[in-house]
């Protein structure tokens, strides 16, 4: 591969060359007009894209690794399988970018502006993300192992079975998120928004989720085993044929929640509200913390085996 200069890249550009498997490790373009180039496998490690307007540009299978893309322009771009471990993104716009399978480990990513991108199959493991957009993409099968997201937008995304096994969320919006399927084994989720969400058959077994809302939420056999519940609101939830054993649930609210068929055995109670709650068929072996009144309340409404 040849090693390119920015003035020949620019150069180049404006008279429509393709930059296909380009040796251009740590260049700097930026503050560059880089809109519908083709940098398709080039090797731009370490590259300087700074404030460069990059739209409906393809970097497919391109080496983006410790790239500096700070106030970048990726709206409707092609990232498709590219590599960007360890890349620094603040304030880049992803509107509508495709990144499918992209590689995003060990990313540090701040203000990101990323609604209706698509990421499916993409990882990004070990990445660090504050104050980003997120809205309507689509996140199906993603990696999210180890991450720590703070004040993330992503009302209305696809994660279906995504996986996220030690991840942290804080004050994370996820309403009308769609998580089917999705595993987040050992996770943290605090003060933090899913109403309306769908979780059907998601698993958030010995994971902790503390202040957050999952109003109206559908859980339907989800798994949160061995998890800690505190302060979480399930009002209007469907949790039929959940599976919390082993789970403790700290001043939760279940009012108006289905938990039909449920299973709760050796659960741990404390201040919770079962408020015109749907127990039928609830299985409460060894649940402990419960007062007398609300075990009564339960066997004359249909819950199993308490005592």
Not at 224 to 232: C, G, N, W, Y
Request: aromatic fraction near 8%.
């Amino acid at each position: 591969m040849t090693l390119f200069s920015r003035e020949q890249v620019l150069k180049g550009l404006k008279q429509g060359q393709s930059f296909y498997q380009a040796e251009l490790s740590r260049i700097d373009l930026h503050n560059t007009n880089l809109d519908k180039a083709k940098f398709v496998e080039a090797y731009l490690k370490g590259a300087n894209l700074s404030q460069a307007s990059c739209k409906e540009a393809d970097f497919t299978k391109a080496n983006l690794m410790f790239a500096i893309l700070l106030g970048t322009n990726l709206t409707q771009a092609k990232l498709c399988q590219t590599e960007l471990n360890g890349a620094t993104l603040e304030e880049v716009n992803f509107q509508e970018l495709d990144a499918n399978k992209a590689n995003f480990c060990d990313t540090r990513i701040n203000s990101l502006n990323a609604p209706l991108s698509k990421l499916a199959n993409a990882d990004l493991s070990e990445s660090q993300a504050t104050y980003s957009n997120f809205s309507g993409s689509n996140l199906n099968y993603v990696k999210l192992n180890k991450v720590n997201y703070h004040q993330i937008n992503l009302s209305g995304v696809q994660l279906c079975e995504a996986i996220g096994f030690a991840a942290k969320f804080t004050k994370i919006i996820l309403r009308e998120a769609n998580l089917g399927k999705a595993k987040f084994i050992q996770s943290t989720l605090i003060e933090s928004d899913l109403a309306q969400a769908s979780l059907i058959s998601a698993d958030f077994s010995q994971s902790q989720l503390n202040k957050v809302s999952l109003q109206q939420a559908d859980l339907l056999e989800a798994t949160l085993k061995s998890a800690q519940l505190r302060e979480v609101d399930l009002t209007g939830a469907s949790l039929f044929s959940v599976n919390l054993e082993g789970a403790a649930l700290s001043q939760v609210n279940l009012s108006d929640a289905n938990l039909q068929e449920a299973n709760l055995e050796n659960t741990i109670w404390e201040g919770v509200d079962f408020s015109r709650c749907d127990v039928t068929g609830a299985i409460f072996t060894n649940a402990q913390g419960l007062s007398e009144e609300q075990k009564q309340w339960l066997q004359e409404n249909g819950a199993l085996n308490v005592s």
